[in-house]
């Protein structure tokens, strides 16, 4: 590793150029399909809903796995809030 390379924050990459940008991963729907085990289809119609946070860029839907966690975070507990019939 580079003494350059040492110096940047967590996270983030320097360009050509010397430009330092954030390395914060983006994820295409396939990969949020199999990172929650579930169908693209569902991924999808979720985005589309506004149930998961994402956004597009022409016209694709795409993913931070920041914000993606943080989500997987967030159901762990709502679902953990809920018996086993879901209610509270």
Same mark, same amino acid.
């Given at each position: +590793?580079?003494?350059? &390379? /040492?110096?940047?924050? %967590? @996270?983030? !990459? /320097?360009? *050509?150029?010397?430009?330092?940008? &954030?390395?914060?991963?983006?994820?295409?729907? =396939?990969?949020?399909?199999?990172?929650? *085990? !579930?169908?693209?289809?569902?991924?999808?119609? +979720?985005?589309?809903? @506004?149930?998961?946070?994402?956004?597009? !860029? =022409?016209?694709?839907? /795409?993913?931070?796995?920041? %914000?993606? %966690?943080?989500?997987?975070?967030?159901?762990?507990?709502?679902?953990?809030?809920? @018996?086993?019939?879901?209610?509270?």
């Amino acid at each position: +590793m580079s003494k350059l &390379s /040492r110096s940047l924050p %967590d @996270g983030a !990459v /320097r360009q *050509k150029g010397g430009t330092v940008v &954030s390395r914060e991963e983006i994820l295409k729907l =396939r990969d949020v399909a199999d990172l929650l *085990k !579930v169908g693209e289809k569902t991924v999808y119609s +979720m985005a589309q809903a @506004g149930e998961l946070p994402a956004f597009k !860029v =022409r016209g694709q839907w /795409r993913f931070s796995r920041k %914000d993606i %966690d943080a989500w997987i975070e967030q159901q762990k507990h709502t679902t953990q809030d809920l @018996g086993e019939d879901g209610q509270k």
